[in-house]
T-cell receptor
Framework: NAGVTQTPKFRVLKTGQSMTLLCAQD?????MYWYRQDPGMGLRLIHY???????AKGEVPDGYNVSRLKKQNFLLGLESAAPSQTSVYFC??????????????FGPGTRLTVL | DQQVKQNSPSLSVQEGRISILNCDYT??????FLWYKKYPAEGPTFLIS?????DKNEDGRFTVFLNKSAKHLSLHIVPSQPGDSAVYFC?????????????FGEGTQLTVNP
């Protein structure tokens, strides 16, 4: 199993450009998440999904959109990139096991620079 | 507001000694706590967790302690090894939170010197 994969690994954008980050998981997990990691700020949740066709806002959703058309894929879109969105983006997934907490499994990250 | 805080951005210890990483939280609804380890250019990986019904959980060289009254948890690594050098994130979750969402601390960079 590949686990959680992210595409691309690196990207440089100009202010105002758009792009989509792709996350794929082959573990049949119900839940998927997008985080951003910035120096001194840990991991902050952007959006998450509890199942195919459903999405919800996290802690820092502004400037981002997401879609979960297939259970195994979770897409993160930037419609008009800004320098403040320069960050490392991590996707994660976890199973749903009725009531108990489950660990999240992370992808390798996408390093995005917006000039 | 920062609900999970790791007040030490960095920690340096000698190989073979104990490493103690600390984490404080403010949300009394948190009932599950996790530690993740992150190497450069990789995603975080799960290390160890503890439920609020326990005060200690041990897994090999790693032990997590939870003090609910102080809203404090710590990760002990004994003995520390150079391969333990990484960023460690503390995370917390509340049972009723939709999607099992986690709240992360800022991270502590651990350096284990040979």
């Amino acid at each position: 199993n590949a686990g959680v994969t992210q595409t691309p690994k690196f990207r440089v954008l100009k202010t105002g450009q758009s792009m989509t980050l792709l996350c794929a998981q082959d573990m049949n997990h119900e839940y998927m998440y997008w985080y951003r990691q910035d120096p001194g700020m840990g991991l902050r949740l952007i959006h998450y999904s509890v199942g195919e066709g459903t999405t919800a806002k996290g802690e820092v959703p502004d400037g981002y959109n997401v879609s979960r058309l297939k259970k195994q894929n979770f897409l993160l879109g930037l419609e008009s990139a800004a320098p403040s969105q320069t960050s490392v983006y991590f996707c994660a997934s976890s199973p749903r096991r009725g009531g108990s907490y489950n660990e999240q499994f992370f992808g390798p990250g996408t390093r995005l620079t917006v000039l | 507001d920062q609900q999970v805080k790791q007040n030490s951005p960095s920690l340096s210890v000698q190989e073979g000694r104990i490493s103690i990483l600390n984490c404080d939280y403010t949300n009394s609804m948190f009932d599950y706590f996790l530690w993740y380890k992150k190497y450069p250019a990789e995603g975080p990986t799960f290390l160890i967790s503890i439920s609020s019904i326990k005060d200690k959980n041990e897994d090999g060289r790693f032990t997590v302690f939870l003090n609910k009254s102080a809203k404090h948890l710590s990760l002990h690594i004994v003995p520390s090894q150079p391969g333990d050098s990484a960023v460690y994130f503390c995370a917390a979750s509340a049972r009723e939170t939709s999607g099992s969402r986690l709240t992360f601390g800022e991270g502590t960079q651990l350096t284990v010197n040979p």
